[in-house]
């Protein structure tokens, strides 16, 4: 599903991700969740902040894939689009990644997946984010530009060379791995297609 900016425009993809009935995107995505899970599982946290957290449909699945949380807790810039029937342990309030409400380090793991390719200050974003965990953050954009390539190929947004509505910000792997490395260290990489996908660590005192 998609957000809507300040002017109620459609940014990222206006087609449900995890509902689609694509065999194509189906097998893209069993990666994007298969990677995810795979990180989650490591990070093995016992209270979690998703920040863009959308329709909840990441954290709700997260939640299945490891020891469960004491806590999980989702933001994004409006609710409107959470989910029905989640997980009650889920809960939910609207923030801006660029002022989280939350304290230092108040989270073992801060999931930031599908974000900063649509933020004017990515580097800033991922500061906050580095500042609420205490330990680790999960985090992936779309890799460009293999993206475009992708979503030309399947008849979409040619007016615009095959971006996505919304995407600001075009990383590479390089690319996001440098800016990822300004801020937090960098301990794994996973690369499901077309995705890259950073499992990265606080620095300083834990």
Avoid at 111 to 133: F, N, Q, S, W
Wanted: overall charge neutral; aromatic content about 6%; proline content about 7%.
């Amino acid at each position: 599903m998609a957000h809507l900016d300040a002017e109620g425009v459609p940014i990222g993809n206006t087609y449900d991700k995890y509902g689609t009935r694509n065999p194509v995107a189906r097998a893209l995505m069993r990666g994007f969740l298969r990677g995810a899970s795979d990180l989650y599982r490591q990070a093995a946290p016992r209270s979690v902040l998703e920040v863009g957290c959308g329709e909840g449909l990441l954290a709700q699945h997260l939640l299945g894939e490891g020891p469960r949380p004491d806590r999980f807790e989702g933001c994004d810039l409006e609710l409107g689009q959470i989910a029905p029937g989640l997980d009650p342990l889920l809960s939910f309030r609207e923030a801006s990644i660029y002022e989280l409400p939350w304290e230092d380090a108040s989270f073992d793991l801060v999931i930031c997946c599908e974000v900063l390719e649509h933020l004017e200050d990515p580097k800033r974003g991922l500061a906050e984010v580095a500042r609420v965990t205490g330990r680790h953050v999960l985090l992936s954009t779309p890799r460009e530009p293999l993206w475009r390539v992708l979503n030309l190929a399947r008849g979409k947004y040619w007016h615009a060379l095959g971006n996505t509505p919304g995407h600001i910000q075009h990383f590479s792997r390089r690319g996001l791995l440098a800016l990822v490395s300004e801020v937090l260290d960098v301990r794994e990489v996973r690369k499901p297609l077309p995705w890259t996908m950073v499992l990265a660590q606080r620095r300083g005192p834990r």
